[in-house]
């Protein structure tokens, strides 16, 4: 079965960086579009960023621009987030997610995503 794994979450203090990454398995990796979500305790499921099958086309959120990096390495079968100059603000679980986003605008919706990791959670710390 598909599965999606994250690694990388933990606590930083502001300022600092960290490097998530999510190991897919159970499905053609290079055929997905890969997003990365978050959630914070009381709060809804953000978009954070996505990327195309073939990494040629990025979505990003305001909120990240800037700081955060998404890649995908396809002979890997792993998207990374590079989450840079982090703040309090960005504290959440992170979730990868796959899928066939139809346009633009499904990208940065959870409904282009049909499978999700469990979630690593990002603390940091003011």
């Known amino acids: 079965q598909v599965q999606l794994v994250e690694s990388g979450g933990g606590l930083v203090q502001a300022g600092g960086s960290l490097r998530l990454s999510c190991a897919a398995s159970?499905?053609?990796?290079?055929?997905?579009?890969m997003g990365w979500f978050r959630q914070a305790p009381g709060k809804e499921r953000e978009f954070v960023q996505a990327?195309?099958?073939?990494?040629?086309?990025?979505y990003i959120a305001d909120s990240v621009k800037g700081r955060f990096t998404i890649s995908r390495d396809n002979a890997k079968n792993t998207v990374y987030l590079q989450m840079n100059s982090l703040k309090p603000e960005d504290t959440a679980v992170y979730y990868c997610?796959?899928?066939?986003?139809?346009?633009?605008?499904?990208?940065?919706?959870?409904?282009?995503?049909?499978?999700w990791g469990q979630g690593t959670q990002v603390t940091v710390s003011s």
């Open positions: 997610a796959a899928g066939t986003p139809v346009d633009s605008s499904w990208y940065r919706s959870p409904r282009g995503y049909t499978y």
């Open positions: 159970g499905l053609t990796f290079s055929t997905y579009a």
């Open positions: 990327i195309s099958r073939s990494g040629g086309s990025i």
